[in-house]
């Protein structure tokens, strides 16, 4: 899907790492939350409180999921799950495009 329909944008951005990382939250009719944003190159860590579906568009990166040792470099389009209440580490080597599902299962 490479379009949204029927949702709400907040204002405000989301801001992270100095503005290295940032994103806008969209809200959708059936009460689900995403947000779409830039990462420029660094290396970041990031906490869950939900379960995160990360949709990889455009960029160049690795991740390093829960439980894992050793980062992956990952081929875009791609996209990879985190579990809720968990981190997890990404090396950002060209400026990455993404989309961040929230689940509330």
């Known amino acids: 899907m490479s379009e949204f329909k029927n949702v709400t944008a907040v204002k405000a951005a989301n801001i992270y790492y ?3 990382v940032t ?8 009460g689900s939350t995403k947000s779409l ?3 420029l ?3 970041y860590t990031f ?6 579906i990360m949709e990889i568009l455009a960029g160049e ?3 390093r ?4 040792k050793e980062f992956k470099t990952l081929t875009v389009p791609c996209s990879f799950e985190v579990p809720a209440h968990s981190s997890f580490d990404l090396i950002i080597k060209a400026p990455t495009d993404y989309c961040c599902s929230y689940i509330t299962e």
């Open 18 to 20: 100095d503005g290295k």
């Open 23 to 30: 994103s806008r939250t969209l809200k959708f009719e059936d």
């Open 37 to 39: 944003g830039i990462m």
């Open 41 to 43: 190159p660094g290396e």
């Open 47 to 52: 906490g869950t409180e939900l379960k995160e």
């Open 61 to 63: 990166l690795e991740v």
């Open 65 to 68: 999921l829960p439980d894992e």
